[in-house]
């Protein structure tokens, strides 16, 4: 960690760090703060920005909004460097009390990225990542296309990770079931179009990158619903 805060030259703690001025802090310097709270997590990061890149490209999204849809696929969990390490590396179910701390990372992640003056799609995707398509997600319970796009398609792209990496408590998930998954939910955690999209993405192939394994530690946990989780141990 004392590595880390020499190279950025701030406070000793990553969450402190990123919440200097923008001038001090790069994504190099974001990127050894997440490696150092837990390597899973980069990876993670790493993984949903690439699906993310994908699909907005997918969407014909202009240059500049597909760069910022990256981006903030990339740090959609930077508010973890906020979040006690009991907590992020639980390997079970949170309870109640630890859930409401795990929920607070969108909000966390965007008050960061605001001081560091990154673009409004940045923050915004950072934000809303956690938004329902019907409604029932959080922070702000915003529905349909009240949500930001950044923050739709990385709520795909997340979900995708999450059910495609290993975890310690078990394998990653059969494209069979992905597939079944995201049609269970279409409608009402993902945007239908969106999911079309990206199925017809991943019926290419292209969308099968070398799988970094989760740590031992599950430090990758994807919370995708205050009260509802999808099957098979998605969080």
Known sequence: MKRVARQLDLALTPFEALQRPARAVDLAGVTECL????????????????FADLLAQRLQLPEGMVGQVRTGAFLHDVGKLGVAHGILLKP????????????RHPVLGARMLRDLSLP????????????????????????????????RIITVCDAFDSMNSHRP????????????????????????????????ILETGVCDPPLLPASS???????????????????
């Open 217 to 235: 530690s599950g430090g990758c946990r994807a919370p995708v619903h205050p009260g509802r989780r999808l099957r098979y141990g998605v969080q």
């Open 169 to 200: 408590y078990r394998r990653a998930l059969s494209r069979q079931t992905i597939f079944d998954e995201f049609q269970s939910f279409t409608g009402r955690q993902f945007e239908p179009y969106l999911v079309d999209a990206f199925l017809r």
């Open 120 to 151: 409004r799609g940045v923050v915004a995707g950072v934000l809303h990542h956690h938004e329902w398509w019907d409604g029932s997600g959080y922070p702000d319970g915003l529905s349909a296309g009240q949500i930001p796009l950044a923050a």
């Open 35 to 50: 490696r150092e709270k837990d390597p899973a997590l980069l990876d993670h990061s790493h993984r949903v920005a690439f």
């Open 92 to 103: 079970g179910k949170l309870d109640a009390s630890q859930l409401r701390e795990m929920r």
